[in-house]
């Protein structure tokens, strides 16, 4: 299984090979062409829930690579990526009304 590197969809196809013989691939969400990369491990669903809640806990990126195994790069994309699309909570405190 193979993660698109700019949006890490799984949805991706075969799309021919690069001039040193690695396979190309295409996601077929952003159209985005790469090449497969045997160093960038697929991260299941189950070990991203468990990098959220790690990151609840907020340890150090570092951390959580040595606890999961996982490269610090994917983390750092991984983090990048979901406060990207999750906009930073605005902690509003209802103000008072009165008293
Ligand atoms: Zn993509």
Redesign the pocket.
Known sequence: MFL??????T??VKNGHIHNGKQSRL??????QFVEDPDKIFISAEKREIVDRLLLEKLSLAGICRALQISESWLQDYVKRKYAEVPQQVDVTPKKKGA
């Not at 698109?4 to 969809?9: D, E, K, M, V």
């Not at 996601?27 to 985005?32: G, Q």
């Open positions: 698109c590197p700019s949006c890490q969809s949805n991706t996601c077929k969400d952003c159209r985005r």
